[in-house]
């Protein structure tokens, strides 16, 4: 059974940092992009950042270019989101989510892509 658990999310004033950890099981992490999309009620959820399997390549949502940067660890499972600079409109569930892909350097940054997904993790700015 597949599992995505994101932990590191919480409460920080506006100008702090955050890092956000997925732990993945039950899926070859080696074979699948990741990547983070957040979440606020009413909304739709939307991209924050992806990363291939070989994190030679990444995206970013334009609202989080240069303050943002997402890493990975295939040895661990584990994809990270470094926020810095956070924002009052960073706060949002936040998710990860993998996707299974044949390329090293294959990312995604469509949402309907991915096939699995964690339970999220709360990230609130404060001012």
């Known amino acids: 059974q597949v599992q995505l658990v994101e932990s590191g999310g919480g409460l920080v004033q506006a100008g702090g940092s955050l890092r956000l950890s997925c732990v993945a099981s039950?899926?070859?992490?080696?074979?699948?992009?990741m990547g983070w999309f957040r979440q606020i009620p009413g909304k739709e959820r939307e991209f924050v950042a992806a990363i291939s399997v070989n994190a030679g390549t990444t995206d970013y949502a334009d609202s989080v270019k240069d303050r943002f940067t997402i890493s990975r660890d295939n040895a661990w499972n584990t994809v990270y989101l470094h926020m810095n600079s956070l924002k009052l409109g960073d706060t949002a569930v936040y998710y990860c989510?993998?996707?299974?892909?044949?390329?090293?350097?294959?990312?995604?940054?469509?949402?309907?892509?991915?096939?699995?997904w964690g339970q999220g993790t709360q990230v609130t700015v404060s001012s």
């Open positions: 989510a993998a996707k299974a892909v044949n390329s090293y350097s294959y990312y995604d940054a469509l949402r309907s892509s991915y096939g699995y």
């Open positions: 039950g899926l070859t992490f080696s074979s699948h992009a």
